[in-house]
């Protein structure tokens, strides 16, 4: 079956700008789950939803947004773009959300959407 | 919130070397899984295994829960095994994955 998919794999704004970046879970997946990583602070944690609801959200500011729509694909925006936004936006997907080592929320990652702020 | 280190943070092996990449954790997990970075950025799924030993090929992973750790051995090295290796654990609810700082891995002729 398909894996993770992101859209787009490259992209170039100018500071100001906003961005949005698209994942598409594997099939049944429900868990959609948001990751950023720079070389500074290596792989941080965004967000994650589930069932169209955000149920965790990392230490990021208020400028980084996510929704999940009813078919289990997701979106994050950031609006405000800033040099700092420079990174490597990693999406994975799980079919549950989370919980005791059953192997049922094990997660894949798609190849990632690149974002270079100048 | 946990701590996630892993060791060495470089390593440099000729062809055919085995090596061990160690992942230490300061509290109880529910989940952990060890990752492949590719050079082009994708996180390549190696194990999950939040207790006791897996092998795959040239590769297994053994996570003592109890002592907090996890260790992968490569061994028979290839070019290809070439990258950033991560252990990543589930803690504090839901799908957060806290990433160790990696363990980047060439592999040379």
């Known amino acids: 079956k398909a894996g993770v998919t992101q859209t787009p794999r490259y992209l170039i704004k100018t500071r100001g700008q906003q961005v949005t970046l698209s994942c598409s879970p594997i099939s049944g997946h429900r868990s959609v789950s948001w990751y950023q990583q720079t070389p500074g602070q290596g792989l941080q944690f965004l967000f994650e939803?589930?069932?169209?609801?955000?149920?965790n959200k990392g230490n990021f500011p208020g400028r980084f947004s996510g929704r999940q729509f009813s078919n289990s694909r997701s979106e994050m925006n950031v609006s405000t773009l800033e040099l700092g936004d420079s990174a490597l936006y990693l999406c994975a997907s799980s079919t549950t959300l989370g919980g005791l080592g059953s192997g049922a929320n094990v997660l894949t990652f798609g190849a990632g959407s690149r974002l270079t702020v100048l | 919130g946990i701590q996630v280190e892993q060791s060495p943070p470089d390593l440099i092996l000729q062809e055919g070397a085995n090596s061990t990449l160690r992942c230490n954790f300061s509290d109880s997990v529910n989940n952990l899984q060890w990752f492949h970075q590719n050079p082009w950025g994708q996180l390549i799924n190696l194990f999950y295994i939040p207790s006791g030993t897996k092998q795959n090929g040239r590769l297994s992973a053994t996570t003592v829960a109890t002592e907090r750790y996890s260790l992968l051995y490569i061994s028979s090295s290839q070019t290809t095994d070439s990258g950033v290796y991560f252990c990543a654990v589930l803690w504090g609810g839901g799908n957060k994955l806290t990433f160790g700082t990696g363990t980047q891995l060439k592999v040379e002729l």
């Open positions: 939803y589930f069932s169209e609801t955000q149920r």
